[in-house]
């Protein structure tokens, strides 16, 4: 494992990955990342050739944690709702 590398978000929150990182990558203007949560940990997955399958993987870990904790989809939806302070509108725009 690397040296973890320090970055900052901007008020807008964008965040700028260090030259050394999307060189090794290959991170190009335009790239997509699948995001996921895990824990206290958010997993950057950039979007190429089979990743689709290695996020299925990822995915598949994540809903073994959830279900071990104990939580339910609902329960999800409650906490994001309530950190985003808001009425569910958000929802419906992030799906679109």
């Not at 997509?32 to 089979?50: C, E, H, Q, S, Y």
Request: aromatic share 4%; proline share 3%; no cysteine.
């Amino acid at each position: 494992m690397q040296n973890p590398v320090i970055i900052s978000m901007s008020s807008k929150g964008r965040m700028v990955n260090p030259e050394k990182i999307r060189n090794q990558f290959d991170l190009r203007a335009g790239i997509r990342f699948i995001v996921m949560i895990a824990g206290d940990t958010i997993i950057l997955k950039p979007i190429k050739g089979n990743s689709l399958k290695e996020f299925e993987t990822l995915h598949k870990k994540l809903l073994l944690q959830i279900e071990e904790a104990g939580l339910k989809s609902g329960d999800i939806r409650k906490t994001i709702k309530e950190v985003r302070g808001d009425n569910g509108t958000a929802d419906k725009k992030d799906n679109e």
